[in-house]
């Protein structure tokens, strides 16, 4: 499995777009990138996942970069109960994923 | 759809007593894991089972540690003898086939071992 770099915090303001980075540079070319987040005490949540092409639903958005080294993860319009860890991970389809340190993303009143 | 139901959600037990965790993945889904997570260790996959099939096991931290699936709609995890390192949240979780890399996520069994 290619391995993810994610800022460990992020602050952000209630209302504001916020926006998380994962790198992953050794990604190879049938890996997908999914995001994950975990709210304190509870399971990690699915959020979103993509090949190549950005993606978008009723969560976020995800922008991958053309040499697909790099993604963002888009939160629109965050909001206090968005505050959680947020994991970038990247496995081959084989359906295990490897989950990292992640980000803790705190929004701010 | 309830989920993933995991039981208990608390446990304590003494040292040297065997736990058993249990969990019911969602309905028709053919792939199920179970995880650890620590403070110090973070989210550690322990194992996963495809189609009621252990596939891989690397993660199961000894052999005090064994899960089954006897069938598709449920699985246990089993610690004999439990020692207080063993002290974490263990989280179930399931996805609908191989190749469906995403995963939903019981809410865990909060162990602590005395």
């Known amino acids: 499995d290619a391995k993810t770099t994610q800022p460990t915090s992020m602050d952000c303001a209630e209302g504001r777009a916020a926006n998380l980075p994962c790198n992953h540079s050794?990604?190879?070319?049938?890996?997908?990138v999914y995001w994950y987040r975990q709210i304190h005490s509870q399971g990690p949540q699915y959020i979103i996942h993509?090949?190549?092409n950005n993606e978008t639903n009723e969560m976020a958005s995800l922008i991958i970069t053309e040499d697909r080294k790099s993604s963002t993860l888009i939160l629109p319009h965050a909001t206090l109960r968005d505050t959680a860890v947020y994991y970038c991970?990247?496995?081959?389809?084989?359906?295990?994923?490897?989950f990292g340190d992640g980000t803790t993303l705190t929004v701010k009143p | 759809d309830a989920g993933v139901i995991q039981s208990p959600r608390h446990e304590v037990t003494e040292m040297g007593q065997e736990v058993t965790l249990r969990c019911k993945p969602i309905?028709?889904?053919?792939?199920l894991f179970w995880y650890r997570q620590t403070m110090m260790r973070g989210l550690e996959l322990l194992i996963y089972?495809?189609?009621?099939?252990?596939?891989?096991d690397s993660g199961m931290p000894e052999d005090r540690f064994s899960a089954k699936m006897p069938n598709a709609s449920f699985s246990t995890l089993k610690i004999q003898p439990s020692e207080p390192r063993d002290s974490a949240v263990y989280f179930c979780?399931?996805?609908?086939?191989?190749?469906?890399?995403?995963?939903?996520f019981g809410s865990g069994t909060r162990l602590t071992v005395v």
């Open positions: 050794t990604i190879s070319g049938n890996e997908y």
């Open positions: 991970i990247v496995n081959p389809n084989a359906g295990k994923s490897t």
């Open positions: 089972f495809n189609n009621n099939v252990p596939i891989d």
């Open positions: 309905s028709g889904h053919n792939s």
């Open positions: 993509g090949l190549k």
């Open positions: 979780a399931s996805s609908p086939h191989v190749g469906q890399g995403w995963h939903t």
